[in-house]
């Protein structure tokens, strides 16, 4: 009876979304508006265990599903907010790359490793330009 029990506070939880998670709540009250600030958002909200891991050689990378997902979905990255806005005036264009180069530079700066956000941006627009030159001469 008490697994039951259990069982039924735990669906509860998950049905009404009511399962505390201090970091993403954190991360989503920051709400940045620019790059500087989407970096020092994480840096005010990701435990250390998340900063070593994203360190580590293709770090990011792994991240991109995950904790990328989250930032693309709830900094607005795919709905045109304000921290979108702000990168595509940089040149980014795609919200994948936007959350790419957050998580990057987060942990380039916790590496010890520089960072240069101009030219991602420049990675960014050239891969939608090839994209697009690509789909126009499939057709």
Known sequence: ???VALLLVAAATLATG???DPVGDKLI???????EAAVKCLDDGLPAATRAQLVQPGGTALAHHGLGTFLRNQWGLWKNGP???SMREMGF???DD???AILSAYAARHGGAPYDVRA?????T???REAADRERQSK
């Open 93 to 95: 264009r795609s919200p």
């Open 1 to 3: 009876m008490r697994r």
């Open 29 to 35: 009250a920051c709400a940045p508006a620019t790059f």
């Open 83 to 85: 921290l979108a806005v």
């Open 98 to 100: 936007m959350s790419g």
């Open 18 to 20: 009511a399962a505390a």
């Open 120 to 124: 991602a941006a420049a990675a960014s």
């Open 126 to 128: 050239n891969n939608g």
